[in-house]
């Protein structure tokens, strides 16, 4: 999976070229002569569940089974090769803005777009002109756990769990069912779940959340899952930074692929760096290289 994440980086460069020169061209959503100011230093948590055993599951599928959930599900396997630095994460943290909702690098603003995190995630099926949002009325948890899963009641019912305000399925129980799943279309759908609340939605650890499961439920329909996804790493942050101290439970492996689009291009390439909100062709930012920001 390494070369993907490189394809991810290149796709996303269009967009965020497109996205500076709107952003010159739109200028501050704030009001005249605002000042920005960086809160204290923020002890962020960015404890993350263990995605070995869904990696080894996607390696040993074959071409046939990977192509079924990458024309029903972009590219979200790649994320499972991401390895978030935590302290990387944890410097980019102190940098984010909470009046502005972005990352303020001296005079550089920096903020991920819905239009650059669809373009990292590429689905195919997403309707960009159709985003998720929480429906009024929601099936019962367990209903809409029986028809991802194709399990019947019995099943779905006693494997449940309360974990806080929300209802949750252990992972090791969907796990279980993907390794032994008849149905290849189901067993898609459960890993995509799996994806969602064990990476995407990382709410509680281990386990795969309400909120996840009504979100997967929704994306047959065609919905782009990109402005929850954007709205949860918003709210995340603003959180930890507000309170001083918190756990990071946006997905942090999208917002490090986000991250490296802008600062990290292919050697074969010239490299392009923001330089006081313009794009220039400088000096090359190496992987690993943070000195230029931080």
Not at 17 to 30: A, C, F, P, T, V
Request: hydrophobic share 40%; aromatic share 12%.
């Amino acid at each position: 999976m390494a070369n993907d994440f490189l394809d991810k980086v290149e796709d996303n460069a269009i967009v965020r070229i497109w996205s500076e020169k709107m952003q010159l061209e739109k200028g501050d959503r704030l009001y005249k002569d605002y000042v920005s100011e960086l809160w204290d230093y923020t002890r962020i948590s960015v404890t993350q569940n263990s995605l070995q055993e869904l990696s080894e599951i996607w390696d040993r599928w074959d071409n046939e089974t990977k192509q079924l959930f990458y024309s029903n599900y972009g590219d979200l396997p790649y994320l499972l090769s991401i390895k978030v630095d935590e302290r990387l994460f944890r410097a980019l943290a102190q940098y984010w803005n909470p009046a502005y909702n972005c990352f303020t690098f001296g005079n550089v603003d920096l903020v991920p777009t819905v239009e650059e995190y669809t373009a990292l995630l590429h689905c195919p099926r997403l309707q960009v002109d159709k985003a998720y949002s929480k429906a009024a009325y929601i099936p019962a948890f367990w209903k809409k756990l029986m028809s991802i899963t194709g399990m019947n009641e019995q099943w779905i019912t006693a494997k449940i769990k309360q974990k806080g305000e929300c209802k949750c399925i252990p992972w090791r129980n969907l796990r279980d069912l993907i390794l032994a799943h008849p149905d290849e279309k189901k067993k898609v759908d459960v890993f995509a779940l799996s994806i969602y609340g064990l990476v995407i939605f990382p709410r509680a650890l281990g386990h795969v959340n309400e909120a996840a499961l009504d979100l997967v439920d929704r994306l047959g329909k065609g919905v782009t899952p990109v402005p929850a996804i954007l709205a949860e790493t918003f709210r995340s942050l603003n959180v930890c930074r507000r309170a001083g101290e918190g756990r990071f439970i946006g997905c942090a492996q999208l917002l490090i692929s986000w991250f490296h689009s802008h600062f990290w291009k292919p050697r074969d390439k010239p490299r392009e760096c923001s330089t006081n909100g313009r794009v220039s062709t400088s000096d090359p930012i190496r992987v690993g290289d943070y000195k230029t920001i931080f």
